[in-house]
């Protein structure tokens, strides 16, 4: 096992009913932005729940955070921020309402251009606002995370920083929240949550017993709920599973002292700045053809994949590993999600434009062992035509 070290100080307030804990996890005396995105928290009542138990807090209300949120859209949240002198964000929503809620909070203080923290990683970020969240997409783990994901719109760049700053102080998490997802958010979550897992995992040995056995635990368990999720629209117990499954799989726990992989996540941000294919199918279109292409150095990993996951132990190894890649299609694609670039008309052009982003962002040395060059990227999207 790698040396690591682990700090998480996020609070988890997990079950039915516990928006109302806003009352006490806010401070009294804030000034407080309630973040949100499109009509969801309002039409659900989230929103009307949140500001209750706000109480006679100053709240402040920005919305219209879009999927994928972009730097445009951020940075006038940041002026409100400045303008009103907020010392306090909430964000309420999914993965994209919490990144930007982080981005929010690194950039309100920031010295200089804020577009600078998503070029540099979040290396250059000194001060952040301090933040809370109530999710209502189970799928990224920003509850529970120090990352978030922005969007430059005009260049069609999404970058990902990183800083121990911008993790929340808090989420709730009430999965009867998540009833009133449409079932494409819902597959996007159990895709999203496995490749997490995945990204994680599916490298090669270092004996991490316990992050091995944890990452399996979490991959069966999207495996037996995504499905109920996604049939049974009001089963508490799935949406709770789901919930949870998701926050575990990227909150730092099954990644510490474990080598990561990232790449299809790399890849998949290109393919959504281009062509604006949701985070989750672009990471359905790379893993099944990542995993086939890069099968040499992830060999003894994906046999104990395909044993411990999907219970093949029989044949050669080669074709354990086959029906293991298989598995993870079909699975995707069970959930609805389509697994090959051509589902979404894309074809060899948009590989040469996804190839030359990488490029320009400096993906050229991917993977546990930054041997995905260019190259290999471009053979990974062939293999996904
Ligand atoms: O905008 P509204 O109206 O709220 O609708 C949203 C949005 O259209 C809707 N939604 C959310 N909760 C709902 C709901 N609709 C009905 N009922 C509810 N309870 O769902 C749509 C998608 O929301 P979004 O937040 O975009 O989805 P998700 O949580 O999948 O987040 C995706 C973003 O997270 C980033 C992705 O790149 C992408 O930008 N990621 C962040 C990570 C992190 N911070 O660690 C890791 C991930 O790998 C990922 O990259
Ligand atoms: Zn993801």
Redesign the pocket.
Known sequence: MFNFEFYNPTKIVFGRDTVTRLSTLVPTNARVLIL??????Q??G?LDEVKAALGTREVHEFSG?????SYETLMRAVEHVRREKIDFLLAV???????GT?FIAAAANFDGEPWDIAVKGGANITSALPFGAVL???????EM?N???V?RKSIQA?L?FHSPLVYPQFSILDPS??????PR?IA??VV?AF??TMEQYLTYPVNGQVQDRFAEGLLLSLIETGPLVLAETNDYDARANLMWVATLA?NGLIGAGVPQDWAT?MI??EL?AQYDI???RT?AIVLPSLLNVQRGNKHAKLLQYAARVWNITEGSEEARIDQAIQNTRDFFESMGIKTRLGDYELGQAAIDIVVTQLSAHGMTKLGEHKDITLEVSRKILEGAL
């Open positions: 949100f995105g499109g009509a969801s928290a039409k659900n989230t955070i879009e999927p994928n949120p929503g999914g993965g994209s309402v919490i990144d982080k209502t997409l189970p799928a990224t783990g920003s995370n990352g978030g994901v969007t999404k990902a929240k998540t009833f009133t997802l449409p958010q996007n979550g999203d490749v997490h990227l996540h998949g941000h959504t949701d985070h989750a990471l």
